[in-house]
């Protein structure tokens, strides 16, 4: 009986264990077309390979403004008439439904092609559809955040959460059957650290939460993405900047092609012709406009908080003031920068914390591994290739989801989420 028994316990733990195992999709059925995770990340999906979605004609949508801080209506400079408020979209369906919240990535407003893509993806499978800028965007920074000084993932969490509830005060009648999350890149860590702080709140009781593309390490993420602006580029020079080299390249393709189609196969087909950038190339494309992003987050939060890191405290900006010089000074601090000058001080100075590497931890998906272990609500989805994750990450993904992580072969950084095979899978899991 004791032997029966064991063998009973044996088996159900291989079961179990078999169960766990996260979903491979095998490369050579999947039939996403770009294997290259560089080119994946820019060029996105092929439009004959996305579903048929919904144009904004078709929703029934409008962009709405909360009032979060008010106090910066007399603070802030007047140049940031436009940010004083935080927007946000509605898309509302005329019956009761399951209400989705989109959270951008990094640096991007609601208005993001991603978020708008997965309104449409949401809103045609019957959700209502609320789109929100990351909490790292100018927009946020300005409007919602209680520090101005993103990049500690629990305190942003907060700002969020604050948000969303001020939507749903804002629309007491819409008929709301239950509450579900997602976000790409940055906007999932920002999920996964809303959906745990849901859990003590209970505002929402998240039906499912879905993260596509999280960086597990948020600093081994940004450190790859800030390594791509060093990238060597073959024919940028002392006299051709990179720039210049992209912008000969385009003029050249549309000569060729004898007219400028900008639609959302360019890039694409940019790729597909003589003209296509180079892996080198590529690569600091990519690093280049998370630099931007970091330069806008650095400037904001060193502007509001008047820490004359970048612009001086007194320094007089009215509307018509120019910040080309206080931008380029941005530049010069990368993301790295960003954290040790302003981030780190002002996490040490609320909470007596300490070294860089415990803020990593506290700032990654590490820190709420036990709960994303054992909440079964909770699905990744994410790519082999994909440029943030470094040695390690995989690994992290699979031990602490089982098979609520799906593993993709290619696609880079979120290029896959557009695709129809992708689409099916996200509409299914929040389906159950």
């Not at 005329?94 to 951008?104: M, N, S």
């Not at 990519?286 to 806008?296: E, L, P």
């Not at 380029?328 to 990368?334: E, T």
């Not at 943030?388 to 992290?396: A, H, N, R, S, T």
């Amino acid at each position: 009986m004791l032997r029966s028994l064991r063998l009973a316990a044996l088996l159900g733990g291989l079961l179990m264990s078999a169960a766990a195992s996260a979903v491979d999709v095998d490369a050579a059925t999947y039939g996403y077309p770009l294997t290259n995770p560089f080119e994946a990340t820019i060029a996105s999906t092929p439009p004959d390979l996305r579903p048929e979605l919904p144009t904004d004609d078709d929703i029934d949508q409008s962009d709405y403004s909360l009032n979060l801080r008010p106090e910066r209506e007399f603070t802030l400079p007047d140049n940031f008439w436009a940010v004083k408020k935080l927007r946000y979209r509605l898309a509302r369906q005329d019956h009761e439904a399951p209400l989705i919240f989109l959270i951008a990535g990094t640096g991007a407003p609601y208005t993001s092609s991603l978020n708008e893509y997965l309104k449409r993806l949401y809103y045609k499978a019957g959700y209502h559809v609320v789109q929100l800028s990351s909490p790292t965007s100018f927009d946020f920074i300005s409007a919602a955040s209680r520090f101005a000084t993103p990049g500690v993932s629990a305190e942003d969490a907060e700002d969020l959460y604050r948000v969303m509830q001020g939507v749903r005060a804002q629309h007491p009648r819409l008929p709301v059957s239950e509450y579900y999350l997602t976000g790409y890149s940055l906007g999932a860590l920002d999920a996964a650290f809303v959906s745990h702080l849901d859990e003590t709140r209970r505002s929402f009781n998240f039906k499912r939460v879905l993260l596509l593309n999280p960086p597990v390490n948020l600093y081994t993420s940004i450190s790859n993405l800030d390594k791509l602006v060093q990238t060597e580029v073959k024919g940028v020079n002392n006299s051709t900047t990179f720039y210049e080299l992209v912008l000969t390249k385009l003029t050249r393709y549309f000569q060729q092609k004898g007219y400028i189609d900008l639609n959302d196969a360019l890039l694409y087909d940019f790729q597909q012709s003589r003209q296509h950038l180079s892996n080198e190339q590529m690569a600091m494309l990519i690093g280049t406009s998370f630099r931007f992003s970091s330069a806008d987050i650095a400037f904001t939060s060193d502007l509001i908080n008047r820490r004359g890191l970048i612009t001086p405290p007194k320094y007089p900006i009215t509307e018509g003031s120019s910040l080309t010089p206080f931008f380029k000074r941005a530049l010069q601090c990368d993301f790295d920068c960003y954290l040790t000058e302003q981030v780190i001080p002002m996490w040490r100075a609320r909470t007596d914390g300490g070294s860089l590497l415990q803020l990593i931890d506290q700032v990654s998906l590490y820190a709420l591994k036990d709960y994303l272990q054992n909440s079964p609500k909770i699905a990744v989805m994410h790519n082999a290739d994909d440029v943030i994750l470094g040695p390690g990450d995989i690994g992290f993904l699979r031990s602490t989801f089982g098979d609520r992580l799906t593993l993709y072969p290619h696609g880079g950084h979120c290029g896959n989420i557009n695709y129809r095979v992708n689409s099916d899978a996200m509409l299914e899991f929040f389906r159950g």
